[in-house]
C-alpha cells in the first residue's frame, strides 16, 4: 500500500462507486475480476463470488447483503460497494446507493435490459449519481454488444457511445472500466473538519464482537478514540475498531469525508445500529442527521412451526440471532391448534421468506413447518373500526365485516415481445389491470400491471418465467390498498376447522381453493375407523366435501348361515360403536399431510 494506513486519505484521490444490475448479469464476478487487477487479494486465494461470505449465496450463486471493499488502482483509491440484484433485496441497493458518488450499469450484452436494471437505474438516477453502463458478457457467443446498446440509449438515454463493453470473467477491458470511474465519477465532497456525520449503510453481527457496522463518512473525521453518539437510536457507544476492508479487516486510526469502513463499538443488538443510522461524535455534536432510509416493511408473513414442539426455545433463539443479522425480518409468538406453537413472521417477499427458512433450518439445525403465506389486510368492521390482519384467523366474522382492502402493486414486467399474449394472459387470470403497455425496441415490450399482492405472492414469477422461458423480468412496488371482495376458507376436518389451512381468497377464486384442498387433503389423511368428512367452508357455507372412507372390520366372519337378525344386531352393533367413537374421535392429521397439502404451488 502506497500511503501509510495511518492518515485519512485525501478526499480527492477517492471515488466510491456501487454496480447495480438485473440478477445474473455478473457483478459478483466483476467484482472478482476488479480485486485481482487491483491485486487486493493473492491470487492464491482467490476464489469465485468472493464477497459473496454466506453459504446459500455461494450455493444459489446470489447476493443477499451488500458488501464492501476498498482497492487500490493508479494512486486513487476506490470503494466498491457489491449490491443484490433482487426484487426483494431492493432496499438493500438503496442503502449502497447513499453511500456512493456514482454507478456502474451492468448489463448483459446477450440479455439487453431486464426489469430491475431499470428499478436500479432508476434509483442511482435518483440519488443523483454519475452512471457509467456497461455491456458484460461479451465474450459469449450470443453476445450483441450493438443491439443492445442502442437499447441502453433508448431507453436509458445514455449515449451509447459511452457504453464501455467489458467481460468479467476473462477481464478483458476491467482496467479501462476502473479508468472510466476514475476519470468520470466525482471525488466524494466533505468538510474535514466539521462536526463528524457518517452513513451506516449495512450491519451485520459477529458472535465474537459484536455488531460490525459498514459507514460512509460524510462530512467530520471518525477517530478510533472517539465516543460516538448514534443519533436515531439515542444511544452512546466507545470505538472498540475501526478500519476498511481490503477485503481483509485492517484497522486504521481515522476515517476522513468521503471514506468508507467499518466500525465496531461493541453494540449487542443491530437494531440499535440500522441501516441508515447517522454517526456522530460526542465531543463535536453534528446538529441534524443524515438523511436515512426507509425501514423496510415486510409485506408477507407465515407462520413458522417447529415439526418438533420441543424445539420451541430453539426456534425462538434462532429468530433473535437471525435477526441481528437481517433486521427486517419480524417475529411474534402464535399458537395453532393443529401445529402447536410457533411464530409468525414478516419478510420482505418471496425469495426473503424461502431464505430466511433455509437459514433457520442450515445454520441453526432446526426442521419447520410454513404454513402457506399471507399478506396484510386492513378490515373495516361494521362499528367503524378498522384492524390489520396478517393471519387468516384473525379476519372477525363475516357478518361484522364492512369491507377488506388488500396491498396493491405496480408491476413492471420486461419481455421479449413474442411473450406479450401468454403474459397479458397470466396477468389477467391473477386479477391484475393494464396501466401501460411500451416497445422498448421491435423486440422488448415494457408492461405495467396493478396488481394485488396476493396474486404475486404464491407462484406469479415461477409461472411468469416458465411462459416466457426464463426470459422475461419482473420489479415491482408496493402501491397502497384497494377494496376488494375477499372471503375466508375454512377447512374443517370431521366438523372442526384446522387453523393452518385457512386462507383469504377473492370471492372468484374461493370454491376452486375449497375444492383443490380438500381433495388434497383426501388423499392425504389416512382412513379411520368411522367416516371423516373434510369440508370447505365459506362463513358458515360449506362449499365443497370429500370424505375419507371408514375402515371396515368384517363383524359377520363368524355368522355363516343362520337367521339374518343376527347379521342385522352384529352390525347395528358396530354402527353404534362408530358413532361413538366418532363423537368422541380425534382425528390423526400426520404431520407429512401438513407440510404436503401447505405446499399448494405443487
Excluded at 438523511?291 to 413458522?304: A, N, Q, S, W
Excluded at 387470470?429 to 396493478?450: C, G, I, N, Q, T
Excluded at 426464463?470 to 376436518?493: C, F, H
Amino acid at each position: 500500500m502506497s500511503h501509510h494506513p495511518q492518515e485519512a486519505v485525501a478526499t480527492g484521490l477517492i471515488r466510491n462507486f456501487s454496480i447495480i444490475s438485473h440478477v445474473d448479469h455478473g457483478k459478483s464476478t466483476l467484482s472478482d475480476r476488479i480485486l485481482e487487477i487491483t491485486g487486493a487479494v493473492d491470487p492464491r486465494l482467490m476464489r469465485e463470488q468472493y464477497l459473496d461470505s454466506m453459504d446459500i449465496e455461494r450455493e444459489r450463486g446470489i447476493t443477499i447483503k451488500a458488501q464492501n471493499v476498498r482497492v487500490n488502482f493508479e494512486g486513487h483509491v476506490l470503494h466498491l460497494i457489491d449490491t443484490p440484484g433482487h426484487v426483494d433485496f431492493g432496499y438493500e441497493v438503496s442503502r449502497s446507493l447513499a453511500a456512493c458518488e456514482g454507478a456502474v450499469l451492468l448489463v448483459d450484452a446477450s440479455q439487453g435490459i431486464q426489469a430491475q436494471t431499470l428499478a436500479n437505474c432508476y434509483q442511482a438516477i435518483e440519488n443523483d449519481l454519475e452512471i457509467l453502463a456497461v455491456l458484460n458478457k461479451i465474450d459469449l457467443p450470443a453476445a450483441d454488444p450493438q443491439r443492445c446498446a442502442a437499447e441502453i440509449e433508448q431507453v436509458l438515454g445514455l449515449p451509447a457511445d459511452e457504453i464501455l463493453a467489458i467481460s468479467a470473467k476473462t477481464g478483458e477491458g476491467v482496467a479501462e472500466l476502473l479508468r472510466a470511474i476514475i476519470e468520470r465519477v466525482p471525488a466524494p465532497v466533505g468538510d474535514r473538519d466539521a462536526p463528524l456525520q457518517a452513513l451506516i449503510f449495512d450491519s451485520s453481527f459477529d458472535q465474537y464482537r459484536g455488531v460490525v457496522s459498514s459507514v460512509r463518512v460524510m462530512n467530520g473525521t471518525m477517530r478510533s478514540s472517539a465516543r460516538l453518539e448514534f443519533m436515531q437510536a439515542k444511544a452512546v457507544h466507545d470505538v472498540e475498531e475501526l478500519g476498511v476492508r481490503t477485503p481483509v479487516p485492517l484497522p486504521t486510526d481515522e476515517l476522513g469525508p468521503g471514506e468508507v469502513g467499518y466500525l465496531i463499538a461493541g453494540i449487542k443488538d443491530v437494531g440499535e445500529a440500522r441501516s441508515g443510522e447517522t454517526v456522530t461524535d460526542t465531543a463535536l455534536r453534528a446538529t441534524a442527521p443524515l438523511e436515512g432510509y426507509l425501514d423496510p416493511k415486510p409485506m408477507v408473513f407465515c407462520g413458522l412451526y417447529p415439526i418438533d414442539g420441543d424445539e420451541l426455545p430453539d426456534l425462538r433463539d434462532a429468530l433473535e440471532k437471525l435477526k441481528l443479522n437481517d433486521s427486517s425480518v419480524t417475529f411474534e409468538p402464535e399458537s395453532s391448534h393443529a401445529l402447536g406453537f410457533g411464530f409468525r413472521c414478516g419478510f420482505l417477499g418471496l425469495l426473503h421468506m424461502e431464505i430466511v427458512k433455509e437459514r433457520l433450518e442450515r445454520e441453526f439445525n432446526l426442521s419447520l413447518i410454513a404454513t402457506a403465506p399471507s399478506v396484510v389486510y386492513e378490515a373495516f368492521l361494521t362499528d367503524g373500526t378498522q384492524i390489520t390482519v396478517d393471519n387468516p384467523t384473525e379476519l372477525p366474522e363475516p357478518s361484522r365485516i364492512d369491507h377488506i382492502d388488500e396491498p396493491m402493486l405496480t408491476a413492471t414486467i420486461l419481455t421479449p415481445s413474442e411473450y406479450t399474449g401468454t403474459i397479458m394472459d397470466l396477468c389477467q387470470s391473477r386479477r391484475a389491470e393494464m396501466e401501460k403497455m411500451d416497445y422498448l425496441s421491435p423486440e422488448r415490450v415494457e408492461l405495467v400491471y396493478y396488481i394485488p399482492l396476493a396474486e404475486v405472492v404464491l407462484d406469479f414469477f415461477d409461472q411468469l418465467k416458465s411462459r416466457t422461458k426464463g426470459y422475461a423480468s419482473l420489479d415491482y412496488e408496493t402501491k397502497g390498498y384497494q377494496t376488494s371482495d375477499l372471503v375466508r376458507v375454512d377447512i374443517l376436518i370431521n366438523h372442526a376447522p384446522v387453523d393452518a389451512f385457512s386462507t383469504i381468497v377473492h370471492k372468484s377464486q374461493a370454491d376452486f381453493y375449497g375444492r383443490r384442498m380438500s381433495e388434497r387433503l383426501k388423499e392425504l389423511i389416512p382412513r379411520q375407523m368411522f367416516d371423516v368428512p373434510i369440508q370447505a367452508a365459506v362463513g358458515g357455507r360449506v362449499i365443497s366435501r370429500e370424505t375419507v372412507k371408514a375402515k371396515r372390520k368384517d363383524v359377520l366372519a363368524k355368522c355363516y348361515g343362520g337367521d339374518i337378525t343376527r347379521k342385522r344386531k352384529l352390525l347395528e352393533k358396530q354402527k353404534e360403536g362408530k358413532k361413538r367413537m366418532k363423537n368422541l374421535g380425534q382425528v390423526e392429521v400426520p404431520q407429512e399431510a401438513f407440510i404436503s397439502a401447505l405446499r399448494m404451488g405443487d
